[in-house]
């Protein structure tokens, strides 16, 4: 299993890096959406790290959604997450949908449409 960290700028395996924000050593550096979901959709991923902003049109916003489509499909097996983004309303989006696919993954009502199996 794989911790993925996406981030276009921040190395997770420089010391400064890991202090700041939080990253572990060893985590899979990815620096685009498409790189993350990618990865998510091989089924090994144990936890996520997610920045916003990604220098590209598509952000983390993109993969949290994707994640939180997933959850509630259930299509995705339950991952940890976390937000280091210095976004604030791209962190504060991104935590919305990472929560609803917590609420899905737990089987607790988050959309009045869905019904537990």
């Known amino acids: 299993m794989i ?3 996406l981030d276009d700028e921040r190395d997770p395996n420089d010391p400064k890096i890991q202090e700041l ?3 572990a050593p ?5 620096k685009t959406a498409h790189a993350a979901i990618s990865r ?7 936890s996520i790290s997610l ?3 990604l220098g590209t049109t598509a952000t983390g916003y993109d993969v949290a959604r994707w994640i939180e489509e997933r959850a509630f499909n259930g299509t995705l097996a339950r991952i940890d997450w976390c ?5 604030v309303e791209g962190a504060k989006a991104m935590r919305a949908a990472l929560l609803n696919a917590d609420r899905f993954w737990s089987g607790l ?3 009045p449409d869905r019904q537990k199996s």
């Open 83 to 87: 937000i280091h983004s210095m976004n």
């Open 26 to 30: 060893g985590m899979l550096w990815v």
């Open 109 to 111: 009502p988050g959309d």
């Open 51 to 53: 920045d916003h902003d």
């Open 21 to 23: 924000f939080d990253a």
């Open 3 to 5: 911790d993925l960290w």
């Open 40 to 46: 998510l959709k091989s089924g090994n991923v144990r």
